[in-house]
């Protein structure tokens, strides 16, 4: 058998309510600034949560290009756009270009919700006598909407919309898995340059649950019902938690073949060591008992060829659940022991199907400044919840090394190992 290519992390692009770049969110991560506050999005309203974690100072003029782009670009498009486009300058691809046939795409989302301002003259429109007529919606919809409306709202477009302007020509994917899809789009992509199907690989996720329809579609969900203090509500792990924030954001990373990489004469910011995927079946409404993430984190292991020991740090996916975490603790705890635990979480919340992807960056970053990320708003250890959580303060690295990690309420669970560059 061929040995394995190795896999490296040359450019990182993020999105997040704590900053947009890799300096602004590497120095929130290190001063413990948190991205949630009180939201004023919807003007007067009576959803039961009004506090999450947007991206307050995200023009979408300064990245999206071309500009009238911005027609058929949902928010959580603008967002994967601007961090894509943030990957690959890092990564120098305008300098030291890369062959677009060998090029590709694999991007997480999820479903994207639209803007309730665009469906209010299909709406009214149905209105008779003061009630709605749902006989009418068929014909009035289509008549009072935008004609290419539907573009700003499928899931493909964040890997089509990246593919044109970075003219990347070779695979293009996407992927929608709720909270693992970005996740997951890095392993597929790691798998297409594996194969040889591609050269270097974008790969990441967008998602913004900040909207309305976002709240009733996620109310599956444990909503934190903290709003006397919002900033203290994402809690991962805390023995005080009630339940996730919402929050949006994206990240993005060009992944290559060292072999192109060193070629390409460009700098390496980590290693893909390995990964893996696992699902645990939930029958009859039963949740998760966490045997997927077990199995991710093992079949990850094996794959990079690392003991349980070897982890500098897990980089959990932390939602800020009572069940959610429970299982994810002791998961962690089976198979790794007393290893360092963080939960970026903490500082923005759930952002979909952006969430492993802003996380990963957070690693990424870490790595090479040889420091784990601390957890805000960790307080009181909870028993049910057996690990060793960095808080407080960043805390030295105690090895090279990191896993990431995310899995869903409905069974999915995703690991990545990675390794500082060498």
């Known amino acids: 058998m061929a040995p394995k290519q190795e896999i490296v992390i040359t450019g990182v692009g993020v999105v997040s309510p704590i900053g947009i770049g890799n300096e602004a969110f590497w120095t929130s991560l290190r001063e413990g600034r948190s991205g949630v506050h009180y939201l004023d999005l919807f003007g007067q309203s009576d959803l039961p949560v009004a506090f999450g974690a947007d991206v307050a100072d995200f023009e979408p003029k300064h990245y999206v290009r071309p500009r009238k782009s911005l027609k058929v670009m949902s928010r959580d498009i603008q967002l994967a756009f601007a961090a894509a486009d943030l990957a690959c300058a890092e990564a120098g691809t305008r300098e030291n270009p890369i062959d677009p046939e060998r090029l590709g795409i694999v991007f997480g989302s999820e479903m994207i919700t639209c803007e309730l301002s665009e469906l209010?003259?299909?709406?009214?429109?149905?209105?008779?006598?003061?009630?709605?007529?749902?006989?009418?919606?068929g014909e009035a919809f289509m008549a009072e909407m935008y004609p290419l409306w539907m573009l700003k709202y499928l899931p493909n477009m964040p890997a089509c919309h990246i593919g044109i302007a970075q003219d990347a020509r070779g695979p293009n994917n996407s992927l929608t898995l709720g909270d693992v899809s970005s996740l997951s789009a890095v392993t597929e992509a790691i798998r297409v340059i594996e194969r040889g199907q591609a050269d270097a690989m974008i790969a990441g996720g967008a998602g913004s649950r900040i909207h309305p329809a976002s709240w009733v579609r996620w109310e599956v969900y444990e909503l934190s019902q903290r709003s006397d203090a919002p900033a203290a509500a994402s809690r991962p792990f805390d023995a005080q938690r009630d339940g996730m924030v919402n929050g949006e954001g994206a990240g993005a990373f060009l992944l290559e073949s060292r072999r192109h990489a060193e070629a390409r004469g460009t700098r390496i910011l980590a290693r893909v060591l390995g990964h893996a995927?696992?699902?645990?079946?939930?029958?009859n409404g039963q949740a998760p008992q966490g045997r997927a993430i077990r199995h991710a984190i093992r079949r990850a292991l094996d794959d990079a060829g690392l003991a349980p020991s070897d982890i500098g740090h897990v980089n959990a996916n932390g939602a800020s659940t009572t069940l959610d975490d429970r299982i994810e603790a002791r998961a962690i705890h089976e198979v790794l022991g007393d290893v360092a635990v963080t939960a970026p979480k903490s500082f923005f919340g759930n952002l979909g199907a952006g969430s492993g992807a802003v996380e990963m960056a957070a690693s990424v970053l870490a790595l090479n400044q040889g420091l784990v990320p601390h957890t805000l708003n960790y307080q009181t250890p909870d028993p049910n919840c057996p690990v060793r959580v960095i808080h407080t303060e960043p805390a030295a690295a105690e090895s090279p090394t990191a896993l990431v990690l995310n899995h869903t309420i409905f069974g999915q669970a995703v690991a990545i190992a990675l390794g500082a560059a060498e």
Do not use: K, L, N, T
């Open 277 to 283: 995927s696992a699902f645990e079946p939930c029958r």
């Open 120 to 137: 209010v003259a299909a709406y009214r429109s149905c209105i008779v006598d003061g009630e709605f007529d749902f006989s009418r919606w």
